[in-house]
């Protein structure tokens, strides 16, 4: 099994910082999409942003752009979101996902295949 592990959450102050990690293991030589998405208490899962296989293209939710950028390494399933400007409602656990095929939905969550556990960002005013 493929095994998806982010890190990098922390507690900042509004308009500050952070840059969150994932990596994905377990399969040698194959390259996926990756996403990141977030949930907050008593709220849904929800898209944040995607990287294609091979760094490509990228998509981010509306909530976001401008102020998150995600990249990702070029011979690696290592992705990185950068976060910068952040914001009270940017408080959310957030996930790392594995895309195993192309053409799949960057919206859903159910069109992931292998999740990180979740690493908790926290903004304050």
């Known amino acids: 099994q493929v095994r998806v592990a982010e890190s990098g959450g922390g507690s900042v102050q509004a308009g500050g910082s952070l840059r969150l990690s994932c990596a994905a293991s377990g399969r040698p030589g194959g390259r996926f999409a990756m996403g990141w998405f977030r949930q907050a208490p008593g709220n849904e899962r929800i898209f944040v942003a995607h990287i294609s296989w091979n760094g490509d293209n990228t998509y981010y939710a509306d909530s976001v752009k401008g102020r998150f950028t995600i990249t990702r390494e070029n011979f690696e399933n290592t992705v990185y979101l950068q976060m910068s400007s952040l914001k009270p409602e940017d408080t959310a656990v957030y996930y790392c996902?594995?895309?195993?095929?192309?053409?799949?939905?960057?919206?859903?969550?159910?069109?992931?295949?292998?999740w990180g556990q979740g690493t908790q960002v926290t903004v304050s005013s």
């Open positions: 996902a594995a895309q195993v095929y192309n053409g799949a939905s960057y919206l859903q969550p159910n069109s992931y295949d292998y």
